[in-house]
């Protein structure tokens, strides 16, 4: 069956970096564009990021761009989170998704997330 | 970015009875292919979202019929008939006709 676990989550101060990895499996992961969406605590769902199933192209939400940079290497079926400048608000659970073949970024697939704190 | 906003942000609902979410985008999302990407994800206390809806109105696969979704252009809606205990949780909508992708802030259903 589908599995997206998602790794590399913690405690970092303002400034610094961390780098999320999702591990995919029971599914073509080449054939799949993919994301990552946060949850901040009090708060709703932002979309952060996706890359291209072949990893050809990337978009960011307006709020990491500049900073975060997503990746996949499908050979290790694995979709990665580089995170840099990392800020207060930038604390969530980060969730990989998959992205539907149905169009229109429908995420059929979700992962069980991983948490980030960014505090001094 | 396109706004959504969703109304009522909390809705308690009686056993048995149905409940309705609105969602209203700040554009139209007709895509210029003619699809409106139009989404609706349920977050259960402790899980992950889940897909229920997209493009609008086509049930995501296992999802039970007592979901239903309706709407176009900028005018969204998602009905629940019949709500049981596992239907508690927070409903969101999602546009993804417009680069940023953005969700509703999520109405949080429990039962009266």
């Known amino acids: 069956q589908v599995q997206l676990v998602e790794s590399g989550g913690g405690v970092v101060q303002p400034g610094g970096s961390l780098r999320l990895s999702c591990a995919a499996s029971?599914?073509?992961?080449?054939?799949?564009?993919m994301h990552w969406v946060r949850h901040s605590p009090g708060k709703g769902l932002e979309w952060v990021a996706v890359i291209w199933y072949d990893g050809t192209n990337e978009r960011y939400g307006d709020s990491v761009k500049g900073r975060f940079t997503i990746s996949r290497d499908n050979s290790r079926k694995t979709l990665y989170l580089q995170m840099d400048s990392l800020r207060a608000e930038d604390t969530a659970l980060y969730y990989c998704?998959?992205?539907?073949?149905?169009?229109?970024?429908?995420?059929?697939?979700w992962g069980q997330g991983t948490l980030v704190s960014v505090s001094s | 970015d396109v706004v959504m906003t969703q109304s009522p942000l909390s809705l308690p609902v009686t056993l048995g009875q149905p409940a309705s979410i609105s969602c209203r985008s700040s554009q139209s999302l007709v895509h210029s292919d003619g699809n409106t990407y139009l989404n609706w994800f349920q977050q259960r206390p402790g899980q992950s979202p889940r897909l229920l809806i997209y493009k609008v109105s086509i049930r995501d696969s296992g999802v039970p019929d007592k979901f239903s979704g309706s709407g176009s252009g900028t005018d969204f809606t998602l009905k629940i008939s019949n709500v049981e205990a596992e239907d508690v949780g927070v409903y969101y909508c999602?546009?993804?006709?417009?680069?940023?992708?953005?969700f509703g802030q999520g109405t949080r259903l429990d039962i009266k």
């Open positions: 029971g599914f073509p992961f080449g054939d799949y564009g």
């Open positions: 999602m546009q993804g006709t417009h680069w940023g992708l953005t």
């Open positions: 998704a998959r992205e539907s073949y149905s169009g229109g970024f429908a995420f059929d697939y």
